[in-house]
């Protein structure tokens, strides 16, 4: 399977001078000063050598192993062991408030976690700094030389991992705690502890596609969006440890699976060789237009148009698996309407990526389907797009640490372009931790405040989380206060007329009814009650939205039976929720089979049967077409439409 890589322009990272000292009379620069370090790291020698680099044929999860490519290793040192909270704090004292987390790490010689690439690098200078030799982290190559030792196999210990090497090695909702003292696992034989497992290790290297040539010390391409990480971590699928495994992550990232180790070398990250970073632009970014659209009058008359399909397979080669799920949608000033949602085999899976599609201006059909976001080997569940007043798209995504989705932390990119280009994933909320599951649909209040929900619980009950940023989108904070969230998960939140809250939520059900939440405080606290609809359960996602001209507007589903008089319906509240219109089916009646995707499948859709499944976001345009999107399907009508009862 064919991968796609983007990055972003941004500036190659070079290490600052040990010393800014000021020259001497003869124009050189005096050595700068050494200072004792009581916890050095042991240090391995490596030899130098050369080995095969990556997986030949590697395809599927698995496909940016390839292609298999020799490599060239010069001689240097690594440590025996990763770097330990007794080292680490040494430098930074502080970070012994980063112990315990979750129970990991508690001990002076546990592999210190939660510390980002650039407190590694930090790390590294200050060791540099005292001993006067050059400290750096190790180069994707060079890590996975001295992993292999000389070995072809998966593992250094052959085809498989022994179980006394083995910390946890499968997806756990619920992480369960296993000690993280270096040095306990048989060694390779250079003498190396732990580079299967452990904690994930920090390389230098920006994340991308390997060259099909020879090479000799490559240090990754000069520009990225993410850190190379090695050798997996605790509560990790086992197949994650391999040698010649990938993963990667912001280098703003830090949790309780990433720590590092480094590596002494004559050569230092300045002088290594880099390349020049892949150059794609996927489809959907292609050929933007610029400027703004002239959306035409509002109709006055009821606007049904037949269903198309947005989740078309890609013709690209950006990898599709066969689980498409949980859409975003926004449009641009351009005219265009750009949908993201996630690609998988598993939801839980840390294959999961973010794909995109647009529907241009004047356009009958939406693009098949191109690369959007992913962070590489991380669980990526959860999407958002928001247009500010200026046109500005912000984007918003879960990131795991590894695999399933309860602990994410919340990232945000943004786009000026009408999402042609975006800035760099920036971890908003670094955390990784429940309530970051993001939600479609956020929205900004009439003071300018933006409101991003996300599911508190990974469960199907537990509550919605609501964070708030008051600076555009730059910053965000969860505003829970320890008290009480809004009921149900998935929620979807309107302001009303009076400054206060109004949520609607699937689970936590009151007398088998969807709750309805309200806050007066902009989320803090919250009260709940019965609204007048059916809960809805597995599969199925609301939209509620206040629409241009006024209402407000819930779709929702009145059961999942594919036979009775049910499915989507759509109703609309013209006093700011304290009655509803009668619901309406969302169809033209009209009969016609169509494939929901995900978990909805094909269903028959007539006058008296709608989509019965489906997780739905919407929006709606200036010119008053609200637009629905299903798991696969794109509805479009408009207010008229929906009080013609008849």
């Not at 794609?280 to 292609?286: I, L």
């Not at 241009?360 to 500010?388: C, H, I, Q, Y």
């Not at 956020?442 to 933006?450: F, M, R």
């Not at 979807?492 to 007398?511: C, H, P, T, Y």
Request: hydrophobic residues 35%.
């Amino acid at each position: 399977m064919k991968r796609i890589f983007l990055f972003a322009a941004i500036a190659a990272f070079t290490i600052a001078p040990a010393c800014s000292c000021q020259r001497t009379e003869d124009n050189k620069e005096p050595e700068p000063e050494t200072f004792e370090i009581e916890n050095l790291p042991e240090m391995v020698e490596i030899p130098e050598g050369t080995f095969t680099m990556g997986t030949a044929g590697s395809s599927g999860f698995n496909y940016d192993e390839a292609p298999a490519h020799s490599v060239t290793v010069s001689a240097f040192s690594m440590s025996k062991y990763e770097i330990t909270n007794k080292q680490f704090e040494e430098f930074r004292p502080e970070h012994v408030d980063m112990r315990k987390d979750e129970g990991f790490s508690s001990k002076d010689d546990d592999a210190v976690i939660n510390v980002t690439w650039e407190d590694a690098v930090a790390y590294c200078k200050w060791l540099s700094q005292g001993t006067g030799e050059n400290y750096r982290l190790p180069t994707e190559a060079e890590w996975e030389y001295a992993c292999r030792a000389g070995t072809t196999s998966a593992y250094y210990t052959g085809a498989s991992l022994p179980e006394d090497l083995q910390k946890q090695q499968k997806n756990n909702r619920d992480i369960v705690w296993v000690s993280l003292e270096v040095g306990k696992t048989t060694p390779n034989a250079w003498g190396l502890y732990d580079m299967h497992g452990n904690v994930e290790e920090w390389c230098l290297d920006w994340y991308g596609p390997y060259k099909n040539e020879a090479q000799t010390d490559p240090a990754g391409p000069s520009i990225g969006l993410y850190r190379v990480t090695r050798g997996g971590s605790h509560n990790t699928p086992v197949e994650f440890l391999r040698s010649a495994n990938r993963s990667a992550a912001t280098p703003d990232a830090a949790h309780n699976m990433l720590g590092f180790r480094v590596v002494k070398s004559d050569t230092k990250a300045a002088d290594l060789e880099t390349y020049p970073a892949a150059d794609y632009t996927p489809r959907y970014a292609k050929d933007v237009k610029q400027g703004k659209a002239s959306w035409g009058s509002v109709s006055s008359s009821p606007v049904f148009e037949e269903p198309i399909y947005f989740a078309i397979k890609p013709t690209d080669g950006t990898v599709y698996y066969s689980h498409n799920h949980q859409p975003a949608v926004t449009w641009c000033d351009n005219g265009d309407l750009l949908a993201i949602w996630y690609t998988c085999e598993a939801e839980a899976g840390r294959e999961m990526e973010v794909v995109a599609s647009r529907l241009r201006a004047g356009a009958s059909e939406w693009e098949p389907a191109s690369f959007f976001f992913k962070v590489p080997d991380r669980n990526m569940t959860g999407s958002s797009l928001l247009r500010l007043p200026d046109g500005t798209l912000i984007h918003m995504n879960g990131v795991g640490r590894a695999g399933e989705w309860q602990n994410l932390a919340l990232c945000a990119r943004r786009s000026t372009d009408n999402g042609a280009t975006w800035s760099n994933p920036v971890l908003v909320e670094p955390r990784h931790v429940k309530r970051h599951q993001v939600i479609a649909d956020p929205i900004i209040l009439s003071d300018g405040t933006l409101v991003q929900l996300c599911d508190a619980e990974a469960g199907g009950s537990g509550g919605t989380s609501i964070h708030i940023s008051e600076d555009k989108g730059f910053t965000w904070a969860d505003q829970w206060d320890g008290s009480t969230s809004i009921a149900g998960i998935h929620a979807q939140i309107v302001e009303l007329k009076d400054g206060s809250l109004m949520a609607f939520g699937r689970g936590d059900n009151i007398d088998g009814k969807m709750p309805c939440s309200i806050s007066k405080d902009k989320g803090k606290t919250w009260t709940c009650s019965a609204s007048p609809f059916p809960g809805i359960g597995s599969g199925q996602r609301h939209v509620l939205l206040r629409l241009n001209e006024g209402p407000i507007m819930l779709a929702s589903f009145s059961g999942n039976d594919k036979k009775n008089n049910a499915g989507l319906f759509v109703s609309i509240s013209e006093d700011e929720g304290k009655t509803w219109s009668t619901p309406k089916l969302l169809t033209d009646g009209k009969t016609r089979t169509i494939d929901g995707g995900a978990h909805t499948g094909t269903f028959t859709m007539s006058s008296t049967q709608a989509e019965p499944a489906g997780y739905f976001c919407g929006t709606q345009t200036p010119d008053g077409t609200i637009h629905l999107l299903s798991s696969a399907i794109h509805y479009r009508f408009n207010l008229p439409w929906i009080k013609a009862w008849e």
